[in-house]
Each structure stands twice: as structure tokens, then as C-alpha cells.
């Protein structure tokens, strides 16, 4: 019997809520339960409320909605990035898929059409109905309103569309990041560098036809969804494939021994394993990158621009150099392991010297904005003690505490198949957030009773004792992972089927 | 190196995947462990590497390591993975390591040398048959006998007193099937090591293991002495091969 695309659209659909609904994590996980719709209505609300209150703060000499539909493409941007954390692309989706009876462009349809008409394009709506009845909607009434709306709702639809295609390139290489990036900075600098704003003008000009339901300014978005559409069914198709039948990677050009790291014994086979897991898997290599490139922009901007120089942003700037590689890489710690847990359970103390090795992985990353923030500091702008009293604390006292999440994290990451989101425990919830605000009260507490000089020479001293220290905290942290052992394996292991 | 199982229990929920009031592997059996799907083979196994943990009961290990007599319940210590070797399935393996740096790894942090390592992999050589060392491949990217290959190798390089393999057998083809079976044999022989399989191929089993446990519903029904392959009719009959 031959389904026809609506039912196999229906059936389809119903696999994915039940897949949802029994999420091994998400059922046991209240906590990320609540957090979720916590989130939901937190930016919800958010939303509406700068879309009440945003009109009248733009009204001026234009009416809010040109403000507005001059600088569209920011909200496009937000709502772009945005949908990394969320949305999952259809090679992703369609491949538990595959074995079916289904043809696959059948299924890349159902799915590449749902992404369309999903209601998660909509959120952003939460802002633009408070606006358009605040701001369109007095001037023009219904007709008005609802056509400027549904001229978003085809911009936001193409801009689902544009994530999907960055996304499914990004799979294929990451260096495909570059793209999105490019495009976002030509479309503002062409809109800030001449002085004559030219495309602010005609995209204000363009967007106020919604409102007069103008079949011309609705034709642009139309046009580049269907653009847009097709060359998705065409990469998200051959993404898929190679995702199926593992065409990528079948031998590797150039495997390195890392000799040097031979004479450290068993830390050195770890410290292989760590920069080999770091090397050769794309999620972990992505994340690691990301890191490092954020390292690099976040010291030339120091270095480079005036923009940072008050006293304030530049601890902070150069606080989270010497903290990002850490909060991105160990807040997740041995959640990669998962894949292969119960082969490093199976050996002795083996999950200790792991730790071991990825502390002192991470203590060497450290080097790194270092080296980068030299030139600002031979150029004065910041003191060599603020630096090391910054990357003291970070190795001696933020990192031990990063660490902990070695007990609690029991969800396998996937080493190379896509994911876009995780459900964290409650636990990673408030390590991440305190990371984010620790750190820097703990220097301004440093430097408000004790001065510039003595706050960061405490830093240095308190780093030191934690970092000489670290096989007892290490241990510590090892035997409370071995107590929870067991249901940190069986965490692993159902998410592992679930990836 | 004795297991002794010992009102071992293992639930899932409403399922019992494990009730075994006592059972004892002695030092140096070579213990083939049958049964249908879900009779709790791998459960066990888990159980025995302390990958889950037991609702009641233990797994303890008697005998003797490096001239020390040793006693351990496995869920409380952990220095008797030193003398055990596993491989159950793919979650053992770190796939994006070729076989050699895999192995390589196995090989120093169970204080294998370099030159006991070659040594050890020159005796598989026939078994790997040229698909394993030397390709540049990562494990991920090698065929499922293939990474079957590397999961029995890598548990056995440390020379275990305690082996356990669960379904060796699976996705190798006749000629590997035939290779392991003499592998396993001879290291049995050569070390008196306590080996535990499991399998499906009733006549492998019956081949290599002198002793047999059939396993239903998470109980050892019954425990085979299988002398010149007598186990392999009654395990034909229970498992109603022959109408």
C-alpha cells in the first residue's frame, strides 16, 4: 500500500512528539522540564514587553515601524543564531529514517515543509504583535497590521530556510561558519558605512508595503524560500546520505604519534587520548575551536581596539580569555566519555588518570591567552600581575570547581552525529551560571579590600594552592564519581541510544 | 581466579533480568553461558564488570594475584580489573583511535610493554587478517567483525586471569569464527585462565567450553558438563532445534 505525503506527513509527526515525550533524560529530568518552560516564558515575556515598549521609545522623526523595518535584518540575525541552540536540521532528522520504506526525498520534504510552517517561527512574534498593534495598527488598522505580520512571518520563514542551509554546510565543514558571519556583517556595514543610508531606506520602504499588502514586497521572501528550499533538498539530501552510509572519513591522511608526550607515561597515552578526542570528532572539535577563536578575538580586541579600555571591561575581557576554553570544554566534562564509559570502567583507576590528564590538558590551554594578551601587555594597557593573578585563579579555584560536574554529568554527548541541545541537569544549570558571575565578583571583591597589587597576588597565591593540591581534589572527585558510578552509567548509556 | 555469584539479583523495572541464589566459576573453567534472547546474558555480565549495579547479592573474585591471595567483591573495590579482560560490546571500544593506537593505549595503561605488545598482537595476526593493524583506519570506520576483532584482542593484551566475552562470535565470518575458537582454546590451556562466553552458536559453545550454564528468564536452569560435545544434544533439545 502506497502512503500518501499527508499521511506519511501525519506519522511522521506523531514519531517525533512520542520520540519527544519519551526522551530518556527529558522524562527523568524534572528540573529541565521546568527550566524549559521557564525559559519559554521568561524570553516570552521579554519579548512583549520591549515589543510594548520599544514604539515608544523609537518614535521620533520616523514612525516606530521605519525605525523598526530599517534595521529588520537584526531580528533576523537574533532569530538565525538563536535556532543553533534549538533546531534540529532534516539530515539530522531523517536518519533514523532511512532503513524505511520511505523515499528519502519524500521524508526530506515532510520535514523541510514542517520547519516552515513550525510554530517555532513564530516566537519572535511575541515582540512584533505587541508592536504592530502599538505601532501599525493605530495608523492602519487591521488590513494594515496583519499585513506587515504576515510579510515577517515569510521573512522569518526564509530566515528558517537560511539556517537550515548554513546548518547542513556547517556539518559538512565547520569553516562553513564563515558564511552566515560574512553575510551578517556586509548587510550591516552596507547599512552603517555610506553615509547616505541607501538600503535602510529601501528595506524600510520594502517592509512598509506589507502593510498595504503589496504582492510585490512579499515576492523577495517568497522568492527566497523556494530559493532557498530547493538548495536545501539538495545538500540536506547528500548530508543525510553520508551521515547513513558513513562515506566521510573512511582513512585517515596523517595520524600522529605525539612522541613527546611518550615520556609521561600513562598521563601521556591520556593527554593523547584528550587531543585526539579533541582532533578527530567533529562536536568536540567545533566546541574546541569556537573556544580558541574567541580566545583570539576576545585578546585582539584588548590589544587592538579602544573600545574596551575602561577598567572594568578589560578584567572582565580578560578574565573570560583565560575562562572560556574552560567553561565551554569541562562544563560537559566526561559527557563525550559516555560514548565509551564502560570501556574505561572495564580498567583500573582509569577514569582518575583521565581526570588527571584533562586537568592538566586544560592547565597547558592556559598558555595560550596568555602568549595572545602579551602585546597588551608590553603596550601597558594591562598589568602582567592582573594576567597572572587571572590565570592562577582560573587553574587553582574555577577549575576545580568546573570539575565537579565530573560526578554529576550522566548524558552522553555524540562525538560526530549533529545534536542541537542537551537537557542539562540541574546541577550543570547552576554550575554554568555561577562560572558566569563567580569569577568576576570574586576579582572585584579581591580588588575592592585588598587593592589592585594584593588583590591579585591573593589570586595568585590562592591559584597556586590549587593547583598544587590537585591530586588530593582530583581524588576527592574521582571517589564521589565512583559512588555514583552506576547511575552515572546507566545516564549514559540511555542517552547513548537516544543520539 | 573463582567467581562466585551469590544471591546475585538484577531488576528492570517489573522484570527480573538476573536471580541467581549462588553459582560458582570455578578458577580455570572455561564456562560457556547460553540461553535465548533477554534470559539475562549480558546482564550478567554487566553485573560481573560492575557496569550496573546489583538490586541484591554480589560478584566476588577468589584466588590469587601476583602470589597475594586476594578476595574481592567487585562492587567495592576496584583492583580486580587489573587481572579482568571484557569485551561486551561497541561502548568498550574508542573509536576514533585506529586499532594500533588503540591497542597501544590498552597495552600502557594495563603496564603492557611495547615489545610484550607486539608480541602479544604477532599471535593474532592470522586472526586479523590483515583488515586490523597498520590501516589507518579508525576503529569507527572499520566493519563490525572488524571491531569485534579489535574488542577481543584489546581485553585479552593485558593476559587477564579473568576473561569475559560476550557473543565473540557475532559478525565474524567462518574463518574468524574458527580462528577465535583456537584462540581462546589455546589461551585457556597456555594460562589456566577463567574464561566466560556467552554465544548463540550452540555448536562454537559446545566446541570450546567444558562447562556449559543455560540461563532462562535470569536463572541457571541448568550447568552443563560438557565432555566430547555430550552438552550440545540437550542444549538442542531445549532450545527445540531439532522437531
Not at chain 2, 8 to 29: P, Q, R, T, W
Amino acid at each position: 500500500m502506497k502512503l500518501s505525503f499527508r499521511k506519511i506527513y501525519k506519522e511522521l509527526r506523531r514519531l517525533d512528539k512520542l520520540q519527544e515525550k519519551r526522551h530518556p533524560m527529558f522524562e527523568k529530568n524534572k528540573f529541565a522540564k521546568f527550566l524549559i518552560y521557564f525559559m519559554f516564558f521568561y524570553y516570552a515575556a521579554l519579548l512583549i514587553f520591549m515589543g510594548v515598549v520599544l514604539p515608544a521609545g523609537l518614535d521620533g522623526s520616523m514612525a516606530s515601524f521605519h525605525v523598526l523595518d530599517s534595521g529588520f535584518f537584526y531580528i533576523l540575525f537574533a532569530d538565525f543564531w538563536a535556532r543553533f541552540l534549538l533546531q534540529q536540521t532534516p539530515a539530522q532528522q531523517i536518519k533514523p529514517l532511512a532503513v524505511l520504506p520511505l523515499k528519502r526525498k519524500t521524508v526530506l520534504d515532510v520535514y523541510l515543509i514542517r520547519a516552515g510552517l513550525t510554530w517555532g517561527n513564530l516566537f519572535m512574534f511575541f515582540f512584533l504583535v505587541p508592536f504592530a498593534f502599538m505601532s501599525i495598527f493605530p495608523y492602519y488598522g487591521w488590513t494594515g497590521t496583519l499585513g506587515w505580520l504576515f510579510g515577517w512571518w515569510l521573512l522569518l520563514v526564509a530566515d528558517s530556510y537560511w539556517y537550515l542551509f548554513c546548518r547542513a554546510l556547517i556539518i559538512k565543514n565547520m569553516l562553513w561558519i564563515i558564511l552566515p558571519i560574512v553575510v551578517d556583517v556586509a548587510i550591516i556595514l552596507a547599512t552603517i558605512l555610506p553615509e547616505k543610508n541607501i538600503l535602510g531606506d529601501f528595506f524600510t520602504d520594502w517592509l512598509e508595503q506589507f502593510i498595504f499588502w503589496n504582492p510585490l514586497a512579499y515576492l523577495i521572501p517568497i522568492v527566497l524560500i523556494i530559493i532557498l528550499y530547493f538548495a536545501n533538498r539538495k545538500l540536506q539530501a547528500e548530508i543525510a546520505y553520508n551521515e547513513v552510509a558513513k562515506t566521510e572519513e573512511k582513512e585517515m591522511k596523517h595520524a600522529s604519534e605525539f612522541k613527546a608526550l611518550n615520556r609521561f607515561g600513562i598521563m601521556g597515552e591520556y593527554l593523547k587520548l584528550e587531543i585526539r578526542m579533541r582532533t578527530r570528532n567533529k562536536n568536540v572539535r567545533m566546541g574546541f575551536l569556537v573556544g580558541i577563536g574567541l580566545i583570539v578575538m576576545f585578546s585582539i580586541a584588548v590589544s587592538f581596539s579602544d573600545v574596551y579600555d575602561g577598567a572594568f571591561m578589560q578584567n572582565f575581557i580578560c578574565l573570560y580569555n583565560y575562562l572560556i576554553l574552560g567553561i565551554m570544554t569541562l562544563q560537559s566534562i566526561m559527557a563525550f566519555e559516555g560514548n565509551y564509559i564502560d570501556g574505561l570502567m572495564s580498567r583500573h583507576e582509569s577514569i582518575y588518570d583521565l581526570l588527571r590528564a584533562k586537568y592538566l590538558f586544560n592547565l597547558a590551554m592556559l598558555i595560550l591567552p596568555f602568549i595572545l594578551m602579551i602585546p597588551t601587555i608590553v603596550a601597558g594597557k594591562i598589568s602582567l600581575l592582573m594576567n597572572l593573578g587571572y590565570m592562577f585563579m582560573v587553574a587553582g579555584l574555577i577549575f576545580p570547581g568546573l570539575f565537579q560536574m565530573a560526578v554529576y554529568n550522566s548524558e552522553t554527548m555524540p562525538l560526530n552525529t549533529k545534536m542541537t541541545s542537551k537537557t542539562n541537569n540541574w546541577v550543570q544549570q547552576i554550575v554554568s551560571l555561577a562560572v558566569l558571575f563567580v569569577p568576576i565578583l570574586l576579582t572585584q571583591l579581591c580588588e575592592v579590600f585588598l587593592g589592585d597589587v594584593w588583590g591579585y597576588v591573593v589570586l595568585i597565591i590562592l591559584g597556586s594552592i590549587g593547583i598544587a593540591t590537585y591530586p588530593i581534589w582530583l581524588r576527592n572527585i574521582y571517589r564521589r564519581f565512583m559512588e555514583r558510578r552506576h547511575k552515572n552509567m546507566e545516564g549514559f548509556r540511555a542517552s547513548r541510544a537516544t543520539n | 581466579m573463582e567467581i562466585r555469584l551469590r544471591n546475585l539479583k538484577k531488576c528492570f523495572g517489573e522484570k527480573v533480568a538476573v536471580n541467581i541464589d549462588s553459582y560458582d566459576i570455578h578458577s580455570g573453567d572455561m564456562l560457556g553461558l547460553v540461553g535465548n534472547n533477554g534470559a539475562g546474558k549480558s546482564t550478567l555480565f554487566r553485573l560481573i564488570m560492575d557496569l550496573i549495579k546489583a538490586n541484591e547479592g554480589e560478584v566476588i573474585m577468589v584466588g590469587e594475584f601476583q602470589g597475594q591471595p586476594v578476595e574481592r567483591n567487585v562492587a567495592e573495590q576496584e583492583d580486580w580489573k587489573q587481572w579482568t579482560g571484557a569485551f561486551i560490546d561497541d561502548s568498550f571500544l574508542i573509536d576514533y583511535l585506529t586499532p594500533d593506537e588503540y591497542f597501544k593505549f590498552i597495552a600502557k595503561i594495563s603496564g603492557v610493554s611495547d615489545e610484550q605488545l607486539e608480541e602479544h598482537l604477532a599471535k593474532y595476526e592470522h586472526f586479523m587478517s590483515g583488515e586490523v593493524c597498520g590501516q589507518k583506519k579508525l576503529i569507527r570506520s572499520l566493519s563490525a567483525g572488524n571491531k569485534q576483532k579489535v574488542g577481543i584482542i584489546a581485553a585479552m593484551i593485558q593476559q587477564p586471569q579473568v576473561l569475559i566475552l560476550d557473543e565473540p562470535f557475532n559478525f565474524l565470518d567462518p574463518s574468524s569464527q574458527h580462528a577465535i575458537k583456537r584462540i581462546l582454546t589455546t589461551y585457556h590451556e597456555e594460562t589456566g585462565a577463567t574464561i566466560v562466553i556467552s554465544s548463540h552458536n550452540l555448536t562454537h559453545t559446545t566446541d570450546i567450553c567444558p562447562r556449559i550454564a543455560l540461563l532462562e528468564n535470569g536463572v541457571i536452569i541448568r550447568d552443563i558438563q560438557n565432555e566430547d560435545n555430550s552438552a550440545e544434544k540437550e542444549l538442542e533439545e531445549y532450545f527445540e532445534i531439532n522437531d
